[in-house]
């Protein structure tokens, strides 16, 4: 059974960094579009980022884009995101997720891990 496992998530005062991990299992995610969403209390799941199979197309959110950095390994079924610069409004469940095309709504997407926390304190 296919699975997604994030990892990584913890508590950062502002401005600082972590790196989150997504392991996946039970198949190969190689040809399929990863992504990372988030949701913050209170509020609907949105979009982070993505990335192609290649890496030759990725997107971030406006409110991400030049502190976070996605990145994946296909040899070891790994989708990682480099966040620095972290502000309050970062915090959330942040969720790994597959999808066969790429798209930026988490509707499109079939395979999701099961989230972890990030906080960032002010």
């Known amino acids: 059974q296919a699975q997604l496992v994030e990892s990584g998530g913890g508590l950062v005062q502002t401005g600082g960094s972590l790196r989150l991990s997504c392991a996946a299992s039970?198949?190969?995610?190689?040809?399929?579009?990863m992504a990372w969403f988030r949701q913050p209390p209170g509020k609907e799941r949105e979009f982070v980022a993505h990335?192609?199979?290649?890496?030759?197309?990725?997107k971030y959110a406006d409110s991400v884009k030049g502190r976070f950095t996605i990145s994946r390994d296909n040899d070891k079924n790994m989708v990682y995101l480099q966040m620095n610069s972290l502000k309050p409004e970062d915090t959330a469940v942040y969720y790994c997720?597959?999808?066969?095309?790429?798209?930026?709504?988490?509707?499109?997407?079939?395979?999701w891990g099961q989230g972890t926390q990030v906080t960032v304190s002010s």
């Open positions: 990335m192609t199979w290649s890496g030759s197309s990725i």
């Open positions: 039970g198949r190969r995610f190689s040809r399929e579009t």
């Open positions: 997720a597959a999808a066969a095309t790429m798209q930026s709504v988490p509707g499109g997407y079939l395979f």
